[in-house]
């Protein structure tokens, strides 16, 4: 509970909208970021400072729950906190894919998985792609068999990338399955969330041409054979009205018909992305005063702190970019 007082709300948020970089960088020296600002200024400085100082603070939240949690309770923690590991990786390979610095990649890893920083540092030696799979210390490499022969056709990662979502998913969801203390809230906010990233990663596929067999090996089962099915036949249709409709009762219904409207029009999925996961927050915060001892507990402060840490970047990044307040404020996630 002290843990989730911590977390910025809309007026925090709207007050740093107001602010100049340098005003925001002294805003979180003032708050929860101190200590970690504090120890990294004598190294770095402006974005760099700031980008670590988040990645540290997310770090040393998540470690500290995985160390205070019962045995149990630590369990499905460190299944959730996998997540991390998984975006861990994927940067490390976008960064190795793109030929970015060493100091580049190594600024935006978290280490606040289950893996630490020091084995991602080593991962970072790694020479290729595939050395950094076979040595990824979570997934199996057969997993990743169809991936790598996209990327070396098509010179993609989005086949790896889905290869190490779908592990992920997978695993938490028999995770769960496998706990009844903890509830059907947990299974049910998992579900939702891979509700929202297949029509995310649908409407991105339709946008660029890919065909439907593509698009339906890319979705995530979801543990919830009737809604997986209801998605097949979403990913088997070529119109996006179709979708949009067969959405209509659902509670995604008035989100996706005003986000479509903006995807049709200017190809952008910006603001449907933003509302999907401002409704899926929500359900988050909702769980967390539903059960306020319970493991939803946990689990919805360490999804809010998360996207926290994800709405602190994009605010840095906009106002050093020089972006408009507005359009900043668009990219925002809260309640």
């Not at 076979?134 to 990662?157: P, Q, T, V, W, Y």
């Not at 090996?217 to 067969?246: L, Q």
């Not at 769980?287 to 840095?316: C, T, W």
């Amino acid at each position: 509970v002290v843990m989730r007082a911590l977390l910025f709300k809309r007026d925090d948020y709207q007050k740093m909208l107001k602010m100049s970089f340098h005003e925001i960088a002294k805003f979180l020296q003032e708050y929860h970021y101190r200590k970690e600002i504090n120890e990294l200024g004598t190294k770095y400085s402006g974005s760099d400072l700031l980008e670590l100082a988040l990645n540290r603070n997310l770090a040393a939240s998540f470690k500290k729950l995985m160390r205070i949690s019962s045995d149990e309770l630590g369990l499905l923690i460190r299944e959730y906190a996998k997540r991390k590991d998984i975006e861990d990786i994927k940067t490390i390979i976008r960064g190795k894919f793109t030929n970015a610095g060493e100091n580049t990649i190594s600024a935006s890893i978290t280490g606040a998985g289950t893996l630490s920083h020091d084995f991602f540092m080593s991962l970072l030696k790694k020479d290729s792609v595939v050395q950094i799979l076979k040595e990824n210390k979570l997934a199996d490499f057969s997993l990743f068999k169809e991936g790598i022969k996209e990327l070396n056709e098509k010179r993609s990662l989005s086949g790896i990338e889905n290869a190490l979502d779908k592990f992920y998913y997978d695993q938490l969801i028999q995770f769960s399955e496998r706990l009844p203390k903890v509830g059907d809230l947990f299974s049910d906010f998992i579900q939702k969330e891979v509700e929202i990233l297949n029509l995310l990663t649908m409407l991105r596929m339709k946008r660029s041409k890919s065909s439907t067999d593509a698009i339906i090996n890319f979705i995530i089962k979801s543990g919830n054979k009737a809604k997986d099915a209801k998605m097949m036949e979403r990913a088997g249709t070529e119109d996006i009205d179709h979708i949009s409709k067969s959405l209509q009762k659902t509670e995604y219904g008035s989100l996706f018909a005003k986000g479509i409207e903006e995807f049709k029009k200017n190809g952008s999925l910006i603001a449907l992305e933003a509302d999907l996961y401002k409704h899926l927050l929500k359900q988050s915060i909702l769980f967390m005063h539903q059960h306020p001892l319970s493991v939803d507990v946990i689990l919805g402060y360490m999804f809010a702190k998360d996207i926290e840490v994800r709405n602190l970047r994009i605010m840095i990044k906009g106002k050093q970019l020089g972006l408009s307040e507005q359009f900043i404020e668009s990219q925002l996630i809260y309640e």
